[in-house]
């Protein structure tokens, strides 16, 4: 009968699985993609359409932001024997002054985060941008984030158990891609990062219902 801890699960590509495994250890999960639009014709990444959803978890309404999508050069794909590609050295630089309006500014979140970063990551760098973020977040003395790298493991960690998944096809690309990882290593990733978000949420997200001041736990995946 509850109350239950609840959790906003954000997707690429629109699955329940990690919903449906995290329900199963007594959470209340809505899963919503982030893309709301077609994908090649995505020039914004909206926020809005996440307000709802939050409000509906937490009661509590959001900032509403629309940030513009960080770019990538065709150019700078790889290409490889097997006929995938590589793309991560295509992404523009977040960083460089014309790209910066594309970060989002987690430095202004009082959530708690839990980053994971695949080391082996060959569709976007990962592990750079965890650095970064929590670059940002250290820079204004926060320490509201936890951190864990694996190396070896590559850009599709998800849930354990499932098949080993080295390449596919890219919705944005629309060729199959590498996503790296070696397939023992990666596997072994899985277990231990699904076993730490757990841990995570059990931490952090109460449903204890005389606490006034609850927040969003956050756990950011750098994929």
């Known amino acids: 009968t509850g109350p239950f801890p609840a959790v906003l699960d954000l997707c690429t590509v629109m699955s329940e699985r990690r919903a449906a495994l995290l329900a199963n250890k007594g959470f209340v999960v809505l899963t919503l993609s982030v893309f709301q639009e077609n994908l090649g014709n995505l020039k914004m990444l909206h926020l809005d359409p996440l307000e ?110 499932g098949p080993f998944c080295p390449s596919s096809l890219n919705m944005f690309l629309k060729k199959p891609v590498l996503w790296g990882g070696e397939s023992r290593t990666h596997a072994a990733a899985e277990v231990d990062m699904w076993k730490k978000i757990q841990e995570f949420l059990k931490s952090h997200v109460s449903c204890n219902p005389v606490q006034t001041d609850a927040k969003l736990q956050i756990k950011s995946e750098c994929e």
Not at 67 to 85: C, E, H, N, R, Y
Not at 92 to 106: C, G, Q, S, Y
Not at 135 to 160: D, I, M, W
Request: proline share 8%; net charge neutral; charged share 25%.
């Open 52 to 161: 709802e959803a939050i409000i509906f978890l937490l009661q509590q309404p959001k900032k509403r932001q629309i940030l513009p999508a960080l770019m990538f050069d065709a150019k700078k794909v790889i290409p490889t024997q097997s006929g995938a590609v590589i793309g991560k050295y295509a992404m523009h630089d977040p960083l460089k002054e014309e790209n910066r309006a594309t970060l989002v500014p987690i430095e202004q979140a009082n959530a708690h985060f839990l980053f994971v970063a695949p080391e082996d990551d060959l569709c976007w760098d990962s592990y750079t941008y965890m650095m970064e973020m929590m670059k940002r977040l250290q820079r204004l003395g926060k320490t509201n984030f936890e951190s864990v790298c694996y190396p070896k493991a590559g850009h599709f960690l998800e849930p354990p158990y």
